[in-house]
């Protein structure tokens, strides 16, 4: 999408929509700068015949401006002007996206002034975030539709960022941050993807070959896929005993960011890849096991949070490993009861296959640190119980780290993908002890989302660890079922908080 930043309306050079943010007291002084004074007069009669009350989701559209390059103007609610925030603004953009999309704007003016509110909201924060919006707005599911009946996908021409204040020199920030929100936005639409195809096509081999695909796009990137044989040498058995019962082979995947010198410590990030989940011999009931096709969206958002700083070229070393299988019940699928080794060397009683996610992790954790990294963030649909704790708007967050747990928690403040901290005292590991091995895979019946991290720390006393657990965040139910594409948004956020300057 094409962009660009103006400080005066009066200059554009294309026809076009202009939106400006307007509180509820209905005050039009903030649209001073860039109309005329009978616009204005106008638009303020219109108001008053209007039931526009300037709340977040609501809007007004006029027509026949006096500037002919203007085809409309619309008026977006901000709500109440003491209560404005990030959160607000948020609201407002997201609401601005469904109207340019539902009206099919091709040319946007959007005027900065107005919503920042005097430079309350960053500007630079404000790009970004507007940029993850609008190069958003062009996701639509169509992979397994007809072609035929798929309407025309909406996508922008141009947006063009009115803010009086902006000097020429701006406009190298302007594009610094429309291409970190373009980036993060692209991240976000191929974890979407993945997590809406259904799994008779995202296999964990089409997991695989999206992260070949990808590793195409950047001589930056080297992608590594570890085949079932390959990880039975390296002693990964806790992860293959998940995929006993399917016909799909079970794959590690490996994907090296080289951005920064050798020497310079990388990133983890770590993806539970179960790309159908039935349960195993611990078999789920059938309603709304269809949803278990997302089962794999950590590992969607390690290839997303990899694509996003591939394509910006971030000076930092990231290392993404995806532990891909699908659970399956047959003649051939681990039991419950049975006892596996794993690549650290301690044994697991597998209580419950249905508890496969932290199976297949643990050894992909063990695999990781073979890096030497800085940080490992392990990313997975673990637990219901996360979902009874937090619902579906904060992801949890359990570390060994307090600084790295603070990191993210800041990441999670400036990006408003949400993760809330639950505690992993040692007095939750006794749940994990087994009469027959090391560790057993479950614990007892409450606090399922804290032991099954419990279980986790097991394989990551070595280095700096912080576990997602995003089975409330990672999809959408109902009318709108889909994936979300978190927390994309959050770990490219956080990579760049921690990647040297530009």
Known sequence: MQYDLINNITSINTKGSAIFGIFDDLNTNGLVKSLDSKDISKIKDIIKKSSFEGKIGQSLCIYDILNLKLEKIYLVGLGEKNKYTEKSFLKAVNYVSQICKKDNLKNIFLDLDTLIKNKKIDINWAIRNISIQING???VYSE?????????IYKPNKIIFICTSATSSYKTKL?????QGQAISNGIKLAKKLGDLPSNICTPTYLAKTASALGKTNKKLNIKIHNEKEMKSMGMNCLLSV??????????????????????????????????????ISIKPSNGMDEMKYDMCGAASVLGTMKAISELNLKINVIGVIASAENMPSGSATNPGDVVSTMSGQTVEILNTDAEGRLVLCDALTYVSRFKPKHVIDIATLTGAVLVALGKVASGVLSNDEKLTEKLKKSSSISHDY????????????????????????GKRYAGTITAACFLSRFTEDYSWAHLDIAGTAWNEGANKGGTGRPVSLLTHFILENAKSL
């Open 137 to 139: 707005i062009d996701y």
């Open 144 to 152: 397994t539709k007809n072609k035929t009946k798929i309407k025309n």
């Open 175 to 179: 594009k610094k941050y429309f291409l």
């Open 243 to 280: 995929g006993n019962g399917s016909e799909e082979p079970s794959k590690l995947i490996t994907i090296k960011y080289n951005g920064a010198n050798k020497s310079d410590k990388p990133i983890a990030l770590v993806g539970k890849g179960i790309t159908f989940d039935t349960g195993g």
């Open 419 to 442: 993760i809330w901290e639950l505690p992993m005292w040692e007095e939750f590991q006794s749940e994990l002890d087994s009469n027959f091995a090391d560790i057993a895979n479950i």
